[in-house]
Structures are given as C-alpha cells and as structure tokens.
C-alpha cells in the first residue's frame, strides 16, 4: 500500500490541505496526516505545534480555539478538522493518523469515538504512551509504532513483538534491514521524495510525496 505524507502528491498541492486530500484520494492514494488538538479539543489535521512556520503567527494550536484558528488562517492554506477529512475520505480511502502531542486519556477517548465508523483509520505515533493508551482504551483498534533512523535495530525488534501492534513506520533508512525485514509486521516507509527510490522499493508499502 501507498499512502501520500500530508497530502503531497505535488508541488502545487501543499501539505495537510483539504483540497490536496481530495486529489490523492482522487488518484486512489491513501493518506498520512497529523493530527493535533486545539484549546476546545476539536481535531485539526496540521504538522506543527505552532502556525509559525506556515502562517508566521507565533501561537501554539492547543491555544487556540478552532474558531480563531479559521480566522487566521482562512485566507492561506485553511487548516481543516479531521472530521472534515473523515467525511472526504467516504469511509474508502487508508487514514494513517500521526498524533503528534501526547494526548490524555480524554482527549484519545474523543479521538476514537469522533473516528468509529472509519474503518480504515489506523493511528500511529513516535509517543509510545499515545499507542499503548489507546490500546488500554480498546485493543481492538489499529495502531502503529513511529521510528526515526536513530533508533536501534533491537528496540524495533523488542517493540514489534507486542502483538497488539498493527504496523511498524520506519524511516526509509530501514529499507535494505535484513533484520527489520524478517518481523513479521505491516512495515511502512516514510518519507520517500525520489522517485527513483519509489519504483525501486514498488512493492513494500511506502509513505511519499511530490513525485
């Protein structure tokens, strides 16, 4: 499986949009978002914990109401709620959800009731606390563990054991792993920007972008 990193299927599409969602599902991509919570805990589909690399407004999202974050950002690239993109996604398209903060027990609990009739959700994050409190939660529900290059081979191997776990997302820098290749797992890949890589590894599941 593909899935598109932001939404990024091209230059002119910028990341976490909802008009770059519509064109990935479009062309039959999944997605992999980020997820954060706002100061009235609606679910906002943005990388950053502030608007200043995008907007050049030094405010953190978790203080900030929705309602003030539409108004300063409605005129360049609008940041859209996840339930937005759930009801673009029609319940067809692969939702693989980043939480990026840690999120409390509450606010996951939200989290899972606004999503629970999305079936191809699957929430992944590099806070472990944030996958195994969902787990505690329901552990029914599709989760993923988050690497960075910098994380050892056996740590991967260690976590990758617990059985509730769905799915490994590993930089790309694990993609020639003989190790990492014999877990039994769901592997995906991020963030892929060459498309001489991409055509390479065709058949492993891949996260990309602007190719």
């Known amino acids: 499986m593909h899935l598109i990193h932001r939404g990024i299927i091209s230059r002119k599409h910028k990341e976490n949009l909802l008009n770059s969602f519509k064109v990935s599902f479009k062309k039959g991509f999944g997605i992999e978002t980020d997820i954060h919570a706002t100061k009235d805990n609606k679910f906002v589909c943005f990388h950053d914990f502030t608007l200043k690399r995008i907007h050049k407004i030094n405010k953190s999202i978790k203080n900030i109401n929705y309602s003030e974050i539409e108004k300063l950002t409605k005129n360049k690239y609008p940041i859209p709620l996840l339930k937005d993109l759930l009801k673009l996604s029609k319940n067809k398209h692969h939702l693989f959800l980043e939480i990026k903060p840690l999120f409390s027990n509450k606010l996951l609990n ?102």
């Open 110 to 211: 939200k989290l899972l009731n606004e999503t629970k009739n999305y079936k191809k959700c699957v929430f992944i994050s590099f806070k472990e606390k944030n996958i195994f409190r969902i787990l505690k939660i329901n552990n029914k529900i599709k989760v993923g563990l988050s690497f960075t290059p910098a994380t050892s081979i056996k740590k991967i191997i260690k976590k990758s054991k617990n059985r509730n776990i769905y799915c490994l997302i590993l930089d790309k820098y694990f993609l020639n792993s003989g190790q990492i290749k014999k877990i039994e797992k769901d592997k995906y890949f991020y963030t892929i920007k060459n498309k001489k890589i991409f055509n390479k590894y065709f058949d492993s599941n891949l996260i990309f972008e602007n190719l």
